[in-house]
């Protein structure tokens, strides 16, 4: 009997222990805005949402998804060009 409470109690104060870390991590992101009821995220979105003149020059990365773009329309339009060479269309392509 005092061997099954050492064990009891050991797995009581390691669970203890796991809940104590898992709430702090758990309100310390909520705190950085990483999620949870923290609610800065749903502050900043509504701040970028106010702002109505984004044009697609003023994304990042407009350069690169500009040239991905072009490269899909002109599978669309010639496949066979693409295939000839070897080349499959990503299976996400058309979703």
């Not at 870390?21 to 949870?36: E, Y």
């Not at 072009?70 to 066979?80: A, C, N, S, T």
């Amino acid at each position: 009997p005092d061997k099954r409470m050492n064990r009891v109690l050991t797995v009581m104060s390691h669970a203890f222990v796991i809940g104590l870390v898992l709430a702090f991590i758990s309100r310390f992101t909520g705190r950085m805005g990483g999620g949870g009821s923290g609610g800065s995220g749903m502050r900043k979105s509504r701040r970028l949402s106010n702002r109505q003149n984004i044009k697609f020059e003023d994304v990042a990365g407009v350069d690169e998804a500009k040239e991905e773009l072009q490269e899909v329309v002109e599978y669309l339009r010639d496949p066979e060009k693409f295939t000839r060479l070897g080349a499959r269309p990503p299976t996400g392509l058309l979703l």
